[in-house]
């Protein structure tokens, strides 16, 4: 909840009550959709209201639905949304982060930003259909080079991708949401089937990277944070949520090698030996590629963005030297958060999710998840609940990572301010002349 400071109903070139609440509502639905965490969002729509000098204010959201007061006592009037705004690429997201920037400083009146926010949704992708259906195989070919380092591999995620990337293409409300287990059984059929004849060695990996988009890495992260934060019934309802597209998937999965009578051990998870340790990093940058052709992210924050998969990465490969794989997130997600949060800060910075999604995406807390939970599904839990417990300490491990990297950035600053007013206080004592 957030309290703030009066708007008159008919303050002029500012807009009315009525107006702002709608721009509340508009503006929180579209960070929920982004993904940002509940607590942060409440935070930068207070910030807006106060902007806008509002008084009586209340807020009150959850991924779902969202609550805003205006006024007091008799002269109260709450108004309610429920509705769910549709995924936004990385583009819209920078836009509309951008946007709230210039709404938390007042920079021009309530109706102007609704318009702004309305253009967000209408502005179309920067590249057409064919690029951004590359993309997505070149985005799991670079996943690929991390996970699963084989020839034979990288052309089989260069061809499934690109299968998945045109799959995505089709816009009707039913076919988004029975495309993730489409997807996951088409790919496990192809995989799991093509095993036995191509003898494809650890095809469980294979099969997840086209899957990667698809997979609830990031809202499993910020569930946990959002826990962590207080925020219980958002953090609840999201990790469900989570844990039940994981579970989606590896239905699709499971239900693709039954079809092709797949052998319970073509379910368990191993390393294999590939192209050596240099494929790893040269996989972030065709990751990198792949992401800004595919979620069409704007040219300028690509270097930003590969900036923070490199630090990921490094984190994540120093923590899988010194401890076990299973906690390798939480390097990576350490060294990477300060990265985000300075980034953002720069002059012409991009938001924090614009480069904070794709990180997720590489550390990939959900293809860890996915696999676990496949092999309970594909050979029962006598065999395989550990593969649970993994992908439980995975996301666990990412999630304290970024609290911890995002509290490491926080005092980091604070310490800067402190010494910045010292050194000017001890200027100013000092003797001119």
Request: glycine fraction near 12%; include cysteine; charged fraction near 10%.
């Amino acid at each position: 909840m957030s309290g703030m400071a009066h708007l008159p109903e008919d303050r002029a070139g500012n807009g009315s009550l009525a107006e702002l609440r709608r721009l509340v509502i508009q503006l929180g639905t579209a960070m929920v959709a982004a993904g940002d965490a509940v607590d942060l969002i409440e935070g930068s729509l207070g910030r807006l209201v106060a902007a806008y000098g509002a008084a009586g204010v209340q807020i009150a959201l959850l991924p779902t639905s969202l609550f805003i007061q205006t006024g007091t006592s008799d002269s109260a009037h709450v108004q309610f949304s429920s509705r769910v705004a549709p995924p936004l690429r990385l583009d819209q997201i920078d836009g509309l982060y951008r946007l709230v920037r210039q709404l938390e400083r007042a920079e021009f009146s309530v109706s102007a930003g609704l318009d702004q926010l309305a253009g967000i949704y209408r502005r179309k992708p920067a590249f057409g259909w064919p690029l951004r259906t590359v993309g997505h195989a070149v985005l799991t070919a670079g996943l690929v080079l991390l996970i699963q380092p084989t020839p034979g591999g990288l052309f089989a995620a260069l061809v499934l991708g690109l299968f998945i990337g045109v799959l995505k293409l089709a816009r009707l409300p039913t076919a988004a949401l029975l495309l993730p287990i489409m997807a996951s059984f088409l790919i496990a059929a192809a995989v799991l089937g093509a095993g036995g004849y191509l003898h494809i060695d650890n095809p469980i990996r294979l099969l997840v990277a086209p899957l990667v988009t698809f997979l609830p890495g990031g809202m499993l992260a910020i569930a946990t944070m959002e826990i962590a934060a207080g925020q219980m019934v958002s953090g609840a309802s999201r990790l469900v949520n989570g844990f039940v597209q994981l579970a989606l998937l590896a239905f699709g999965i499971v239900a693709g090698g039954v079809l092709v009578r797949a052998a319970p051990a073509d379910y368990l998870d191993h390393r294999v030996a590939g192209f050596g340790a240099w494929a790893g990093w040269a996989g972030v940058i065709v990751f990198a590629v792949g992401i800004w052709l595919h979620f069409c992210a704007p040219l300028r924050s690509l270097p930003w963005i590969l900036l923070v998969l490199y630090v990921a990465f490094a984190g994540q490969s120093v923590g899988d030297v010194l401890f076990d794989g299973q906690i390798s997130g939480f390097f990576g997600a350490v060294a990477m958060t300060p990265v985000v949060l300075w980034v953002e800060r720069l002059p012409g910075g991009p938001p924090k999710l614009v480069t904070f999604l794709p990180a997720f995406w590489l550390l990939v807390p959900g293809a860890t998840g996915l696999i676990g939970i496949t092999q309970i599904v594909g050979n029962g839990p006598g065999t395989a609940a550990r593969g649970l417990s993994d992908a439980l300490i995975t996301i666990m491990s990412i999630s304290l990572g970024v609290l911890t990297g995002a509290a490491a950035h926080r005092a980091a600053h604070a310490g800067a301010r402190r010494l910045s007013r010292t050194l000017s206080a001890a200027d100013d004592l000092t003797p001119r002349g």
